[in-house]
Each structure stands twice: as structure tokens, then as C-alpha cells.
């Protein structure tokens, strides 16, 4: 009992009571924010190894984006990336970042089919499928079900079978091994069905876009309710991503 007790004292409360306004160490990396300051645009967007740097203006997609940061670090005057882990968005050209803007990333509303909010609000059951991932966004959705983030208490779950569930996550920039068994499993999921798309390789194949490894015809083919960027995607950006999707506020 003694020893439970030390732990707790050292540990502290690793609980997250409230997730819609949770704080992240400063160590972590969300929204960039890029300056109006004067660059070599050409030699700035080469830093970037996925090209998610564009120019004229400056723009920085997130969704190609794997958050190394060596922009910020090359450049600490144009770009800095901040806390910000709502990041997640239903309109693929909200993943992009244009210089002197400070606005945050989010859903629009207007566009969330309405039957997702009516029939899952209260409860939504995701089928997680590793398209060829590295295990990193897997690992961070896993934690998502933790002590610590406790997505369950919102109804949302993951479930073993397609079967069981209301939605698809994919997680890898799917590869061509994985596209079939991909349809599969979302076509064994009755419907209405959603797709959440987590992590930058699933949303632009991060490093591996443009490999005759992957193929990304599903993306292509199918409507995408939710991009969520990350390298990997933490609980929190996951997490509120969906609750924005569902229109859960609290």
C-alpha cells in the first residue's frame, strides 16, 4: 500500500480531466506558424524532405508535413511550431498553412454528413487498419484508450471486427500488399460509414508519395470524412479530431 501510495505522490494525477483543453509539454510539435519575414524562398522550400513546403506565398502542408522541424530550425524566424494539437480537419486543403496567418486549423461544419453526428454522436465504434504503417500512429491511437486519455468515456471505441464498427481508421501511406485486404474490411462495415485518415503517411503518404510500392486508388475512390496529420498523430490531436466530427463540445 505504502509503495502504491509513493508512486501515486511522484507520479501525480495522470489523468486528463477535460481533453478539449489540455495542455502538451513544450516539447511536442503542432500548428507551425510561419512569419511574414524575408527568405530565399527557393532554398527554404528545399529543406523540406516530403515537399510539403510551397512558395509565393510561403505554405507549409500539413498533410505532407512530418513535423521534423528542420524548417524551424534552419529558419527560426520564419517558422515556429507551437503547441496547438487541433489540427484536424475534413476539407484536405485546411491542412495548409500560409504565411502570416495565425488562424486554426478546423472542421467546417457545413460539410459533416448528417447522419454521422445523428447516428454516432453517442456512440462510434472504429475499425484501425495499419496500411503499411510503421507502428508509430498505431501506437499513439492505442494510447488514445489509456488511463490518461480515456477516449471511451466519450463512447468512442475500437473494435476487433469491420463487422462491429461504424467507421474505418487508416493508419500508413497504404501499401499495395494492403489495398485489397483495405476494401475488404471497409466494405464489411455496414453502412453509414465513415473514413478518418491518420498520421501524414495516410494522408499524402508522407515520405513514400509518388513509390510504385503504395497504392492509394482507395483514397482516391472513396469520400475521406476526417484528414488528421501527425508523424505520428498524438491522442489528443486524434481525439479531438473526432469529437469535432461527432460535434461533441465538452
Not at 524551424?72 to 484536424?88: E, I, Q
Not at 499513439?140 to 484508450?145: D, K, R, V, W
Not at 462491429?164 to 475488404?184: F, Q, R, W, Y
Request: aromatic share 8%; proline share 7%; charged share 20%.
Amino acid at each position: 500500500m505504502f509503495n502504491t501510495l509513493k508512486i501515486l505522490y511522484h507520479q501525480g494525477k495522470q489523468f486528463i480531466p477535460d481533453l478539449r483543453t489540455a495542455k502538451v509539454p513544450g516539447i511536442f510539435r503542432g500548428r507551425p506558424e510561419i512569419s511574414l519575414e524575408k527568405v530565399d524562398e527557393k532554398a527554404f522550400a528545399e529543406v523540406c524532405p516530403t515537399y510539403a513546403i510551397s512558395i509565393n506565398p510561403v505554405r507549409i502542408d500539413l498533410g505532407k508535413c512530418t513535423f521534423c522541424a528542420e524548417c524551424s530550425r534552419l529558419y527560426p524566424g520564419k517558422v515556429c511550431f507551437t503547441t496547438d494539437y487541433r489540427l484536424a480537419t475534413n476539407e484536405r486543403d485546411r491542412l495548409i498553412i500560409t504565411e502570416g496567418t495565425l488562424s486554426p486549423v478546423s472542421l467546417n461544419p457545413d460539410i459533416v454528413r448528417k447522419e454521422i453526428r445523428r447516428m454516432f454522436r453517442g456512440s462510434l465504434k472504429l475499425r484501425q487498419v495499419s496500411a503499411g504503417g510503421d507502428n508509430s500512429t498505431e501506437l499513439e491511437l492505442n494510447a488514445s484508450g489509456n488511463v490518461n486519455f480515456d477516449i471511451g468515456r466519450y463512447g468512442i471505441e475500437f473494435v476487433a471486427s469491420p463487422r462491429h464498427a461504424d467507421g474505418i481508421v487508416i493508419t500508413g501511406p497504404i501499401s499495395k500488399n494492403m489495398a485489397e485486404p483495405l476494401k475488404i474490411t471497409y466494405d464489411a462495415i455496414p453502412s453509414p460509414k465513415i473514413i478518418i485518415l491518420a498520421g501524414t503517411d495516410a494522408v499524402s503518404g508522407g515520405i513514400f508519395e509518388g513509390s510504385p510500392a503504395i497504392d492509394r486508388s482507395f483514397i482516391e475512390q472513396n469520400h475521406i470524412d476526417l484528414y488528421i496529420p501527425g508523424n505520428p498523430v498524438h491522442p489528443l490531436t486524434f481525439i479531438n479530431g473526432v469529437l469535432d466530427l461527432l460535434g461533441i463540445t465538452s
